[in-house]
């Protein structure tokens, strides 16, 4: 399956290419860089990250301040029964 966004896609690989030679990089290691980006998307902007869960169904770690918003826009916008099937937003 391709990616539908290919700027999305690039912008991933870019990241995997400055990984040096010799050296590997994690699943969870990009995974944590992510998540550094989405914690503080705020300081670029309005920007949906109450669409990312992690694989437990919990938003963002250390997302608390935003996390009452995250919460009603995800209520407001059809999730509840996501939220409260994980638990998120409890």
Known sequence: ???????????????????????????GQ?????????RHAADYGDYPCHRVVNASGRLVPGWAAQQAVACNRMRAFGYAPYLQSHKTCL
């Open 1 to 27: 399956m391709h990616p539908k966004n290919h700027h999305l896609a690039y912008e991933i690989l870019s990241v995997v290419s400055e990984i040096p030679l010799g050296k590997v990089a994690t699943y």
């Open 30 to 38: 990009i995974a944590r860089l992510v998540s550094s980006v989405l």
